[in-house]
């Protein structure tokens, strides 16, 4: 910890608290692991907090009026709230709105992966799971502050959070921006022994101004940020650092002096904390470890991906087959219905099938003005209470080996493993890795979008089935799961792919209305009929042609052959012989139209929708 941590943090938190504030610390281990702090280590990252408040402790801060809470094992304890939160700020905001926070893990925006948009999204949530009214930080974390209250609007809550944010002192290092721990020689650290402050100190980069002075940034930041700063220089005392300023740019206050009296400002500073360490048998045995671990990981870094290996072997494989059911919407269509079917199909044994009820809040897709998040998510419930009677009813045999498991449910089960997942996910996957579009497009796209995929990861992972069938958009995600799996050294589970491409009835790139281009689950026969007949089906064209492909990648699979009356029977066997025809039209269009208009209708009988 340096200076600014330690010794400017005591003086502001006793000056909220002599405001009769209530401080409450949210030391962050669960966001210093995010950021891959201690080498990931999560029980050494607490380790460091004990130490943070031992620090804090010797330098007067007034402790008993000090609540501090470690945001891993309370968030654990409100794990559904907590993150129901993070997902409603989730669906609400851009990756380039979230990319605007990157200052806050010291990132520019191009170094990050997809777990640091997660970072700023929890700690924007955390004034509002704290109940507080203010948030008292540094001016790097300004911008995520402004975020919780830009979410605070947008959700009409009544008290926006107050920010209240402090100086970032300069390093001593001539160009170096903030005091930073990654360079030694720009920061004074708590531990630092006398000669090595002085040696800090003296070396400082000090130009006779005041702009870009990190030695007058710190007197004026920190000396004098009390009323008694009890500073000595030059052989004389200064109360004021107007007057300290003054009389180093006229020369009656050398550089050597100066840098003098803020070394022995600080040494005298430090010395209650240097005791403290000594003394102290759990500060003592904590520093000792603290030193010992740094020593370890130096002399031989722990293997990547450990704990996460260590979380997905908890429990024994499932001889079972992972399958998503397909997101929420207001109006389904067939295509995402009969894609699940024919995934369900393709599975041999036993299935788990995840109702992804937070990822369809998520990303919104039932369209609602995500006002209430409760009754929001009751009709994304209804939804899939429709959609396994639906499954019941179409294929009661296969559903005899189906164990449907509800996303929120098996989040809330194991919410720390879920996330640890979902995060250790996202550190070594890139945002255009988890989604192919281009950087312009990139920057309007909803970070939710990369929220999702990483929760299907964990979902997919958390599952421990040996086999995972998904359809082809859905495919890329599975080659993530294996590249992390890879990763930690554990075993990735069999993916089976299942090509389903159901394009739009109409011609692409035209202007046809929504409820022409697609046949949803609640048509009526006659309305199916209809868009049959009226389908984009253009003679010789093979490549745009959605009859073709609905037969090729559904009729046939499901129903083993197409029949077209007074021509032929297709099946896999020699469905390339029907494009060749169909190029030649003599399977033409009006042929197609008549086969396809049974076997549609009859699909879709099979799985029409309540209404």
Not at 69 to 77: C, G, Q, R, T, V
Not at 139 to 159: F, G, P, S
Not at 199 to 228: H, Q, S, Y
Not at 567 to 576: A, L, M, Q, S
Request: charge should be neutral.
């Amino acid at each position: 910890m340096h200076v600014a941590q330690g010794l400017m943090k005591t003086e502001l938190v006793n000056a909220c608290i002599d405001n009769n504030c209530t401080f409450v610390f949210w030391v962050a281990d669960i966001f210093a692991y995010i950021n891959g702090k201690m080498c990931g280590d999560l029980e050494a990252i607490q380790k460091c907090g004990e130490y943070f408040i031992h620090v804090w402790k010797s330098c007067g801060m007034k402790i008993e009026q000090v609540e501090f809470l470690f945001a891993y094992p309370e968030i654990n304890k409100q794990a559904e709230a907590y993150y129901r939160t993070v997902l409603d700020i989730s669906r609400r905001f851009t990756i380039s709105r979230i990319k605007k926070c990157a200052t806050i893990m010291g990132k520019k925006e191009e170094q990050l992966c997809a777990a640091q948009l997660l970072y700023p999204i929890m700690q924007c949530s955390d004034p509002f799971f704290l109940k507080v009214r203010a948030c008292q930080l540094g001016l790097d974390q300004r911008k995520v502050n402004m975020l919780a209250r830009e979410y605070a609007t947008a959700t009409k809550r009544k008290n926006k959070p107050i920010v209240l944010s402090h100086h970032m002192m300069m390093g001593l290092v001539e160009g170096c921006g903030k005091a930073s721990k990654s360079n030694p020689d720009s920061a004074v650290f708590m531990e630092d022994p006398p000669e090595e402050v002085e040696r800090k100190i003296g070396k400082a980069f000090c130009p006779p101004k005041v702009e870009d002075n990190p030695v007058l940034d710190w007197l004026k930041n920190m000396v004098f940020l009390t009323d008694t700063p009890n500073f000595q220089a030059g052989g004389k005392d200064w109360n004021n650092y107007n007057d300290v300023e003054k009389a180093f740019l006229d020369g009656s206050l050398p550089e050597a002096d100066l840098k003098g009296g803020l070394t022995n400002w600080l040494n005298q500073k430090l010395a209650p904390t240097h005791k403290h360490f000594e003394e102290d048998p759990d500060a003592k045995k904590l520093l000792e470890y603290l030193k010992e671990f740094k020593r370890k990981t130096a002399e031989n870094p722990p293997p990547q991906g450990a704990v996460l290996k260590s979380i997905i072997e908890r429990e024994k494989p499932k001889d079972a087959a992972f399958i998503m059911a397909p997101l929420a919407r207001p109006k389904p269509t067939l295509g995402p219905m009969v894609s699940l079917l024919m995934q369900m199909k393709k599975a041999t044994g036993d299935i788990v099938l995840c109702i992804p009820t937070w990822s369809s809040m998520v990303l919104n897709t039932m369209e609602t003005n995500m006002g209430d998040w409760n009754k929001d998510l009751k009709k994304v419930t209804t939804f899939y209470d429709k959609l396994v009677k639906k499954l019941n009813q179409a294929e009661p045999e296969l559903m005899k080996k189906v164990t449907i498991a509800y996303q929120h449910d098996s989040i809330a089960s194991a919410a720390s493993d879920y996330w640890y997942v979902a995060i250790t996910a996202g550190q070594v996957l890139s945002v255009p890795t988890l989604i192919d579009r281009t950087p312009e497009q990139l920057e309007s796209t909803g970070v939710s979008e990369v929220v999702s995929r990483l929760m299907f990861i964990a979902d997919g992972l958390l599952s421990r089935c040996t086999t995972i069938v998904v359809d082809q958009d859905l495919a890329p995600l599975t080659e993530c799961m294996k590249k992390i799996c890879k990763d930690c050294g554990g075993g990735a589970p069999n993916v089976e792919v299942v090509k389903c491409e159901l394009v739009q009835l109409t011609k692409l790139g035209g202007d046809a209305p929504a409820d022409k281009r697609v046949i949803f689950l609640d048509d009526a026969k006659n309305i199916v009929a209809a868009k049959v007949k009226q389908a984009f089906c253009e003679p010789s064209n093979v490549e745009h042609n959605p009859l073709l492909t609905l037969a090729e990648q559904v009729i046939i699979p499901l129903e083993g052959k197409l029949d077209v009356p007074n021509h032929k029977v297709y099946t896999t066997d020699n469905w390339e012989e029907a494009k060749k025809e169909f190029a030649a039209d003599t399977l033409t269009p009006q042929l197609l139209k008549q086969a396809m208009s049974a076997p549609v209708t009859a699909l879709l009988d099979k799985l029409r929708w309540p209404k």
